[in-house]
């Protein structure tokens, strides 16, 4: 199958390309394609822009439902877990006989773990990757409205009726990514993932910011906070604690998810140093640094708020003062989205792709590129493709009619967040690891990545069961095509 991200290439292009770089010319990589420019830096943007979701602002929230020690001890063992099991797969890019590499997560599934597998993995990944763009959508939409609402309340006074539709605002997200879908492939999203990542930090450090403010001016005092969180009691049942606990859990560790993407990031490294090298450190360099506002957003706004801290941070501060930083922080979640819808999008257009130069491959429709130039001298050019322009449009105008269809289908992402988890991010590096490495059964190392294993498993299962209670909560309201803030 044809890599994530590559350039529109007849066979022959390809077969010259290999003897160029035989020649010594460094526009080609040893597979042919034109050389790899993605260093430790770009893959970090491209991974914060993956890792980093508004769902950083419900982790208040989380902390709120678990308490000091097992909220902080959650956010840190999730860590150290994604970085652990992202080691792992970052060291099947390559095979370990060939030294071929594997373009994307299924072809490194399909050539440890075999056939079965990778057809497993294939629909997981795929519904999981257009759930999150779907539910990247809704959220942007949420923003923007929020937006609007934030400055009819300053401009009209708090008592005014500033009820917002959400559903234009989807539609125009929709439009704008109908765009940004036609950047080509992985390679060159380095900018827009750079943007997005800024971005996130901007927000969640708007958010923290905040919540530290409350706290040190004394505000949050009316907010207890405990060891154990939330307590049983007046308007808390033991079983309702329980079922919140469960979704704090899957928040959490759904928060550090962005394995499904990993492998084709790894994708646009350079050769040398070694790819599996470079993708540890910016797993490194990324995770480490999301855990740090993850920390903060987490700590500070349950310091602030105590055991009422909102769903969404920057919701506990209302929609009024300060309104213009807040939004700010709603602009920033937006801008963020836009790019990191392109992030998880494009794994989906590329194997649309693949497969249709494969069926294909004398259609000009499908292997022909128009270049248009944007100016005279020819330094701003863009590349389309027929094929390409249909497919995304269509993939982009379907998901955006599901958003507008299931407005509750936050919901549904959490359910689909939980059912991938656990495959993605856990079991298929650590089986992968086993296999390639012929560790035996009942071994100590066995033993650990099982424990390991199993653990997650448990969490996937909890998480998956409180996101069901939420949308059976949710479909008992549910009105299509009606959003309203």
């Given at each position: 199958?044809q890599g994530f991200?590559?350039?529109?290439?007849?066979?022959?292009?390809?077969?010259?390309?290999?003897?160029?770089?035989?020649?010594?010319n460094?526009?080609?990589?040893?597979?042919?394609?034109?050389?790899?420019?993605?260093?430790v830096w770009?893959?970090?943007?491209h991974?914060?822009?993956?890792?980093?979701?508004?769902?950083?602002?419900?982790l208040?929230?989380?902390v709120a439902q678990?308490?000091?020690?097992?909220g902080?001890a959650?956010?840190?063992?999730?860590?150290?877990?994604?970085?652990?099991?992202?080691?792992?797969?970052?060291?099947?890019?390559r095979?370990?006989?060939?030294?071929?590499?594997n373009?994307?997560y299924?072809e490194?599934?399909?050539n440890?773990l075999?056939?079965?597998?990778?057809?497993?993995?294939a629909?997981?990944?795929?519904?999981?990757?257009?759930?999150m763009?779907?539910?990247y959508?809704?959220?942007a939409?949420i923003?923007?409205?929020?937006?609007?609402?934030?400055?009819c309340f300053?401009s009209?006074?708090?008592?005014?009726?500033?009820?917002?539709?959400h559903n234009?605002?989807?539609i125009g997200?929709g439009?704008?990514?109908?765009?940004?879908?036609?950047?080509?492939?992985?390679?060159k999203?380095?900018?827009?993932?750079?943007?997005?990542?800024v971005?996130?930090?901007?927000y969640?450090s708007i958010?923290?910011?905040?919540?530290?403010?409350?706290?040190?001016?004394?505000d949050?005092?009316?907010?207890?906070?405990?060891?154990?969180?939330?307590e049983i009691g007046a308007?808390l049942?033991?079983?309702e604690?329980?079922?919140?606990?469960?979704r704090?859990?899957g928040?959490?560790?759904f928060a550090?998810?962005?394995s499904?993407i990993l492998v084709?990031i790894?994708?646009?490294?350079k050769?040398?140093?070694p790819?599996?090298?470079?993708m540890?450190k910016?797993?490194?360099?990324?995770?480490?640094t999301?855990?740090?506002?993850?920390?903060?957003?987490?700590?500070?706004?349950?310091?602030a708020?105590?055991?009422?801290?909102?769903?969404?941070?920057l919701t506990?501060f209302?929609?009024?003062?300060?309104?213009?930083?807040v939004?700010?922080?709603?602009?920033?979640?937006?801008l963020?989205?836009?790019?990191?819808?392109?992030?998880?999008a494009?794994?989906?257009?590329?194997?649309?792709?693949?497969w249709?130069?494969?069926k294909?491959?004398?259609?000009?429709v499908v292997?022909?590129?128009?270049?248009?130039?944007?100016?005279?001298?020819?330094?701003?050019?863009?590349?389309?493709?027929l094929?390409?322009?249909?497919?995304?449009?269509?993939?982009?105008?379907?998901?955006?009619?599901?958003a507008?269809?299931m407005?509750?289908?936050?919901?549904v992402?959490?359910l689909l967040?939980?059912?991938?988890?656990?495959?993605?991010t856990?079991?298929?590096p650590?089986?992968?690891y086993?296999?390639?490495n012929?560790?035996?059964?009942w071994?100590?190392?066995?033993?650990?990545?099982?424990?390991?294993?199993?653990?997650?498993f448990?969490?996937a299962?909890?998480?998956?069961?409180?996101?069901?209670?939420?949308?059976g909560?949710?479909?008992?309201?549910y009105?299509?095509?009606?959003v309203?803030?």
């Amino acid at each position: 199958m044809q890599g994530f991200g590559d350039q529109i290439f007849q066979v022959e292009s390809s077969q010259s390309g290999l003897e160029i770089q035989k020649d010594g010319n460094k526009e080609f990589d040893d597979d042919g394609k034109p050389k790899r420019t993605g260093n430790v830096w770009t893959a970090s943007a491209h991974i914060i822009t993956g890792i980093i979701g508004s769902g950083v602002l419900s982790l208040a929230w989380g902390v709120a439902q678990l308490g000091w020690i097992i909220g902080v001890a959650t956010l840190v063992i999730f860590s150290g877990i994604t970085i652990y099991t992202s080691s792992l797969l970052a060291d099947c890019y390559r095979s370990p006989l060939t030294g071929k590499r594997n373009y994307t997560y299924k072809e490194v599934v399909k050539n440890n773990l075999g056939r079965v597998m990778y057809m497993f993995c294939a629909a997981v990944q795929y519904v999981n990757l257009t759930g999150m763009v779907i539910g990247y959508t809704i959220t942007a939409s949420i923003s923007m409205a929020a937006i609007q609402k934030s400055d009819c309340f300053h401009s009209r006074g708090h008592e005014a009726s500033c009820s917002v539709s959400h559903n234009p605002y989807m539609i125009g997200m929709g439009v704008l990514e109908i765009f940004l879908s036609q950047i080509p492939n992985f390679h060159k999203l380095s900018m827009l993932s750079v943007v997005a990542a800024v971005m996130s930090f901007a927000y969640a450090s708007i958010g923290a910011g905040l919540a530290f403010a409350k706290v040190v001016s004394g505000d949050g005092h009316g907010g207890r906070t405990l060891l154990t969180g939330v307590e049983i009691g007046a308007g808390l049942t033991a079983a309702e604690k329980i079922w919140r606990m469960f979704r704090a859990f899957g928040d959490i560790a759904f928060a550090y998810t962005y394995s499904q993407i990993l492998v084709e990031i790894q994708d646009t490294l350079k050769e040398s140093p070694p790819e599996n090298q470079v993708m540890k450190k910016a797993n490194l360099v990324a995770v480490s640094t999301t855990t740090a506002f993850y920390m903060m957003c987490g700590c500070f706004g349950y310091a602030a708020f105590g055991t009422d801290a909102p769903g969404n941070l920057l919701t506990g501060f209302g929609f009024y003062e300060p309104f213009w930083l807040v939004d700010i922080a709603n602009a920033c979640i937006v801008l963020h989205l836009i790019g990191a819808y392109q992030v998880f999008a494009q794994p989906i257009y590329s194997v649309v792709e693949s497969w249709a130069r494969r069926k294909w491959p004398e259609s000009e429709v499908v292997t022909r590129e128009y270049t248009i130039s944007l100016d005279k001298k020819q330094s701003l050019v863009i590349s389309l493709n027929l094929f390409r322009l249909i497919w995304r449009s269509l993939f982009v105008i379907f998901a955006t009619f599901i958003a507008l269809l299931m407005p509750f289908f936050n919901d549904v992402l959490a359910l689909l967040g939980a059912l991938g988890y656990w495959p993605l991010t856990v079991y298929f590096p650590i089986e992968m690891y086993i296999a390639k490495n012929r560790i035996g059964r009942w071994t100590r190392r066995w033993l650990g990545l099982q424990l390991i294993n199993s653990m997650c498993f448990l969490v996937a299962v909890a998480a998956t069961c409180g996101s069901l209670q939420g949308l059976g909560k949710a479909l008992m309201t549910y009105e299509p095509f009606k959003v309203k803030d």
